[in-house]
């Protein structure tokens, strides 16, 4: 039996991550809105599984298990809390009473016990690890509509919840204080919306952003504080009043006043300087609603936010440019509900963009590079996933473009996704495992990347926009006689090549209207640009 379990064990290891550059469906089932399979509560089981589960919140352990809490089905809010263990490719549920939207059991707030449950939460709950490997989460909604802003930590070696801050009632307006004076009395607002969570290199919480309750289709950008050795909540940045608008500086410059509007935040990452990084959202301001591509930096040194990229106007197309090209036009399109976000082995981040059309892309940035690569993308599927055989790698898999779902990351660079809502009306409870191709985005030493104002200097395009019909203009102080040209849409399919000769040519590609990017090839320098035809 030991024999065999150890064979099945290899049998799922070589077939479930072996190739690079592949997505595999790994566990849970293809059918819409499943119900789970609980068994018997801190037991694994092969046939465990979750339910279908929009907008969970997630944690990994320091043994390397995946851990989920929450989350929404079609008719319900969930108050269990689930563990995965990798290696085993099983699902233990580890505490929760299954009782769909449940209001929780506070017990008294700083004292754990067994019988503590935090309600059933989703639409955003910001989760942290501590230093000590303790989970923590904050905030979320249950229904009938119940807006949280409690603070809870769960303990794994005792099984234990504990209320550790808020007012222990939902739908509260927050006490703000004085911005960056910690106190007993402070706590955030009760909100939604959000998963911008970050632990940083002290060990305190930090959360921005999100809907604040209150004020229909609110979106607030205030950075909030938790020391956990004094259980007090700072206000650290930001507006205490919803649907403010961003104030963004100069690209690139950090900026006491710098601030990102108010937004539904998802996607974020901690660089290996310990500063904080959020992608786009959702913005409200003046009963105008939209989505955003820009990319912030927050220094927990100097309290103050950076804008290193992306259009402060809302509702943009991003720039593909070639795929597994990292340059400095690269951006991705707007992220909606996009939570699943990794760090790689190399400090490097990822995320899964999904736009309101829920086409479906998969995005690596560098952060000493400050350059964005389009991994893979699908957009021919309107969001249905390519399901493949479970278990079995293939560059034919495709996840459904989700909103809502979770992400974890093993430690070998891989990437795994759970669950989500998708346009073809699957509510998930797979899990997905996508495997970094290190050959694919390689990042650019910073020595090495070749400046806006150079690319500016030696490559220019006339007109732009265009009806169709441009001029490329060649001025390098060291050029090959031959160029290749190659265009490319916004999903990055080249869909026009030609070879040039000398420094000046004119293009007549017959291309539908629409936003392109242009790769041009000189030698060994590569240099891109975006092209409007119309």
Not at 350 to 379: R, T
Request: charged share 15%.
């Amino acid at each position: 039996m030991k024999r065999l379990t150890f064979l099945l064990f290899i049998f799922y290891s070589l077939n479930c991550f072996s190739q690079a550059g592949e997505w595999v469906w790994v566990k849970g089932d293809t059918v819409t809105n499943n119900m789970g399979t609980y068994g018997v509560q801190g037991v694994s089981n092969i046939n465990n599984t979750p339910p279908s589960l929009y907008e969970a919140c997630e944690w990994t352990d320091t043994s390397g298990n995946f851990w989920l809490y929450g989350g929404l089905s079609p008719a319900h809010v969930f108050a269990d809390l689930w563990r995965y263990e990798v290696g085993k490719n099983e699902w233990t549920w580890m505490k929760g009473l299954h009782i769909p939207n449940h209001l929780g059991s506070y017990g008294v707030k700083g004292v754990p016990s067994p019988n503590n449950y935090p309600p059933a939460s989703s639409f955003g709950v910001n989760s942290w690890v501590d230093l000590n490997g303790n989970f923590w989460m904050f905030g979320g909604s249950n229904q009938p509509y119940k807006v949280y802003s409690d603070l809870w930590k769960y303990e794994i070696a005792t099984n234990e919840w504990t209320w550790m801050n808020g007012p222990g009632v939902p739908n509260t307006q927050g006490v703000y204080g004085v911005q960056g004076i910690s106190s007993p009395s402070n706590y955030p607002a009760a909100r939604t919306e959000t998963a911008a969570s970050w632990t940083d290199n002290n060990g305190d919480l930090w959360l921005f952003g999100g809907s604040v309750y209150g004020t229909a289709n609110s979106s607030i950008n205030d950075m909030w504080k938790y020391t956990i050795a004094t259980n007090e909540w700072t206000w650290v940045k930001g507006d205490s009043i919803p649907n403010q608008r961003g104030v963004y500086g100069t690209r690139g410059v950090e900026g006491a006043n710098n601030t990102p509007g108010g937004r539904w935040v998802y996607p974020n990452w901690k660089d290996d300087n310990g500063n904080l990084w959020c992608f786009g959202g959702y913005e409200s301001w003046n009963s105008m609603r939209s989505n955003k591509i820009d990319f912030w930096k927050f220094n927990v040194q100097s309290m103050n936010w950076t804008w290193m990229d992306g259009d402060t106007m809302g509702n943009t197309f991003g720039v593909n440019g070639p795929m597994c090209m990292m340059n400095d036009l690269n951006i991705p399109s707007m992220a909606t509900e996009c939570r699943a976000s990794w760090k790689d082995s190399k400090g490097n981040f990822w995320g899964v963009i999904v736009g309101d059309g829920y086409y479906n892309s998969l995005w690596k940035y560098c952060p000493k590079a400050e350059q964005w690569a389009m991994i893979s993308a699908d957009s021919s599927l309107q969001g249905c996933p390519r399901w493949g055989v479970r278990g079995v790698s293939s560059p034919t898999n495709s996840p459904p473009a989700l909103q809502g779902p979770i992400g974890w990351t093993d430690g070998s660079d891989r990437l795994y996704m759970f669950g989500g809502l998708s346009g073809c009306g699957l509510w998930s409870n797979a899990i997905w495992v996508y495997t970094i191709d290190s050959t694919c985005g390689v990042c650019a030493l910073t020595t090495e990347v070749q400046t806006i104002s150079e690319i500016e200097s030696g490559f220019s395009v006339f007109p732009n926009p265009t009806k169709g019909t441009f001029e490329l203009s060649l001025d390098f102080k060291t050029q090959v006689e031959i160029s290749d040209v190659e265009v490319y849409n916004l999903i990055g399919e080249k869909v026009y090549t030609v070879r040039i000769t000398g420094s000046r040519e004119t293009i007549d590609c017959n291309l539908s209207k629409g936003i392109y990017s242009i790769r041009l090839i000189n030698g060994n320098r590569q240099f891109t640009k975006k092209i409007i035809i119309e």
